[in-house]
């Protein structure tokens, strides 16, 4: 695309060959052409990071019952959590539904999304990693400087908050970036028709 032209089949071919672990599941990712294969995948991200979620809701749940709580009580935490998660992955899923939308219309809008959403993807795996791993080296090695003594006071409740404000600040300004640079603009005046006998597409 830098260089005046391209086509769309090998863009998507090289978006498509991306990634260490696409190289091994990208021809089952493309086996995935109806909605009803998506629930192994859902199964799959299930044993993830909201497992612990839900196991620390269980034992909740089970304290109440212990403490003599009556039924209708102890379901309120499963059905508030429930409500919750429902509420929020719909609002997630409507906007990754028009952000989808709007990246497929062109090929420079895909591939200024791609840049986007792989480096705020990223960071947040860095951000959590780092949280996940510093704060309990620190705790097991006794160490109390600033820096560890931060991730070990760090809640992973907080971060879920730091996570969405990051989120929503990246997309602000990528917003900002595209309107304000005019990247559109500059991709559209730059390209030009794809040549049949350089790309082979002659026939």
Known sequence: MRSGSY?????????????????????????????????????????GFDT???VALLVLAGTAVAGGLPFYAVLSLPVLFA???????????????????????????KVFYNLTITGLSVFVALLIGTIEIVGPVGKEANLHDPF???????????AGFVIVAIFVATWVVAVLY???????EKWDASLRPPDPAIDGTAE
């Open 83 to 109: 409500a919750g998660m429902s509420l929020f992955d719909t609002i997630d899923g409507c906007f990754m539904n028009f952000a989808y939308d709007w990246a497929l219309a062109k090929p420079v809008w």
């Open 7 to 47: 086509d769309d089949r090998r863009l998507e071919r090289q978006l498509d060959s991306r990634g260490l672990m696409n190289r091994f599941f990208g021809s089952y990712a493309r086996r995935i052409d109806r909605p009803i294969k998506m629930f192994p995948i859902g199964a799959l991200f299930g044993l």
């Open 148 to 158: 560890f003594g931060f991730f070990q006071r760090f809640s992973i409740n907080t």
């Open 178 to 184: 595209w309107k304000l640079a005019n990247v559109e």
């Open 52 to 54: 612990a979620t839900e």
